[in-house]
C-alpha cells in the first residue's frame, strides 16, 4: 500500500487514522504492520464501503481537504472497482532502526560473519555481501543503478541484495542511495577490512524530504540546512521536486537549528 511521505508523518502523528483506496479485492489483512520511512503502521481495519457512506469526519480521518477532495481522488483512477476503508495506526519504530544502532558484542559479530558466509553461499552469482558492504562504505548516498554497475550486477538484484543486509541492521536507505549503519561498520571493523576515511560535510545535514526534492537541492548545490538558509522560500519552492512536504521539514529542521529561509530582496 503506496503511501505519500506527508500522510506517513500525519499517521505517526496522530492526526490520520484512515485511508480509503480502490481495489479489486483486499489488499491487506487486520493486523498487518507495514514498514514504512516513519516507521511501522498497522492496519487496525479494511472494510468495502459504498462511496455514498463517506462522510467529511472520514475526509478529515483521511487527511483530505474536504470530502469532495477526497471523492476525487477516489474517482481519479480505477473508479470502476469498489472502495475499501482502511484503519491504520503508528506502530512505533521500525525495529531495524533499532537493531542498526546496537553495536554488537564480538560473539554477535562472529554470528553476523557466518550468516552473512551463508549468503554468499546460496548466491549463484557467487560472493558478494562484503563487496556491497565496502562499496556503500566507500559510496555513501550514491543511487543504486549506479553502485549496482561498479559491481557488474542488474540493478533489481543488486536492490534485492541491500534489503537482506537492512533486515540484519547492516545498512540504512537514505532518500538517495544508503550507508552503513553503526552495526554495519562494526562489522566492517571487526573482520578487518580495509574502510573508507570518514569525511562528513561540513554544516547540518538535510533532514529526511524523498529523494525528488533531495535530488532537486543536491542539483543546487545545497546539501546542508545552512546552505538552505542562503535561499529564499520561494527559492527553495520553485526547485522542480519540492513540495509542501519537504518545504515543511524544511522550515521546521531550519528552525530546530536556530535558522531561517533568508528574507526576500525587497
Known sequence: MLMRPAELAAIRAGEVDLAFRRWDRPRLKVGTKMRTAVGLVEVTSVDRVPVSSLTAADARRAGAASLAALRQGLDRVHPERPVYRVGLRYAGADPRQVLREAVPDAAELDSIGTRLDRLDRASPSGPWTRATLLLIDELPATRAPELAQRLGRDTPSFKQNVRKLKERGLTE?????????????????????????????????????????????????????????????????????????????????????GLTFREPSP
Open 173 to 257: 536507505s537514505l532518500d538517495i542511495g544508503y550507508r552503513l549503519s553503526a552495526r554495519g561498520a562494526a562489522f566492517l571493523d571487526h573482520e578487518g577490512h580495509p574502510r573508507s576515511p570518514a569525511t562528513p560535510r561540513p554544516g547540518t545535514p538535510l533532514p529526511h524530504l524523498g529523494a525528488p526534492a533531495t535530488r532537486a537541492l543536491a542539483a543546487r548545490g545545497v546539501a546542508s540546512l545552512e546552505q538552505v538558509a542562503d535561499l529564499t522560500a520561494a527559492e527553495v519552492q520553485a526547485l522542480h521536486g519540492v513540495g509542501p512536504y519537504a518545504l515543511r521539514h524544511l522550515r521546521a529542521a531550519l528552525d530546530a537549528a
